[in-house]
């Protein structure tokens, strides 16, 4: 890992803040944010909520004060294209960049994403965080596929923290694979850019796992940040990911239908 001046105080910056907790804010909610009751503010106007990111390298119109992380998710794509990765980093006032979602399970291999983050995330002088890699222990998948890449990197790579995602049924499952991490890579910074009980979890079930997660996530030195999924209401995600709502159900939402903080939210409020 190395780090750029300006990465190394943002870092330095990171370490003296009092919250880890950040917003997955969707583009079902981010990109029509300004014709919907929900208000990223609702968490972010007190300090208990201090990062936000949404799958894009755009910045929703409707903002906070939020220290704001870009997301190339894909090698390319119409709404991020790469080209503008640079461009929109400069000019959004980006803190961090997260690099492609879920590659192991996009049919991304391990040297594609190193080749394409020594392209171009490595030149970028903010925080970086390698490509969020999913729970699954399938064959090269997950932390298998992260193990890959690293060793691919041989060092090259420059980066901040790793970043995971994690779906399963109970807050053991949870806990074991972030340990896992930390034991696989005790020198590194973790984020946990998604997380969240699978269906057929229900409303009460997901309170019950965040109301464990969020102070135990907390009281972990090696995580640094951590997103909920996902910061959105149960209807606008039924609306417009029927997948994450086969996959999740909407128990788990930060906000309820008509914009104020659910149960899951108030429990980032505390």
């Known amino acids: ?13 990171l370490a003296s803040a009092q919250s880890k907790r950040g917003l997955a804010y969707p583009w079902c909610t981010s990109l029509f944010n300004e014709n919907t009751n929900i208000d990223p503010g609702r968490f972010t106007n007190g300090g208990k909520v201090q990062w936000m990111y949404n799958w894009e390298t755009w910045r929703p119109a409707r903002t906070p004060a939020v220290n704001f992380i870009g997301t190339q998710a894909k ?20 803190t961090d960049v997260f690099h492609l979602n879920e590659p192991d399970l996009n049919n991304i ?17 903010i925080r970086k965080g390698f490509p969020s890699v999913t729970s699954s222990s399938n064959g090269n998948m997950g932390l298998n596929w992260l193990q890959n890449f690293i060793n691919i990197c041989g060092g ?36 946990i850019s998604e997380f969240s009980l699978e269906q057929p979890a229900n409303g009460n079930q997901q309170r019950d796992f965040f109301a464990q997660a969020i102070p135990w996530l907390d009281s972990q030195p090696y995580v640094i940040m951590y997103f909920p999924f996902v910061a959105t209401s149960p209807d606008l995600l039924s609306r417009n990911d029927g997948a994450a709502v086969g996959h999740v159900g909407t128990g788990g939402t930060l906000f309820n239908n008509d914009g104020s903080p659910s149960a899951i939210g108030q429990l980032m409020l505390r």
């Open 1 to 13: 890992m190395r780090l750029s001046a300006l990465a190394s105080l943002a870092l330095a910056t």
């Open 75 to 94: 090698l390319d794509s119409p709404s991020s294209p790469i080209w503008d990765l640079h461009n929109r980093w400069r000019q959004q006032g980006w």
């Open 109 to 125: 291999s391990p040297q594609q994403a190193v080749d394409h983050y020594l392209q171009h995330i490595n030149p970028m002088t």
């Open 156 to 191: 090259r790579c420059y980066h901040d923290y790793l970043n995971l995602h994690w779906y399963g049924s109970n807050f053991g499952q949870f806990q074991n694979h972030i340990r896992e991490a930390n034991r696989r890579w005790p020198n590194e910074r973790i984020v």
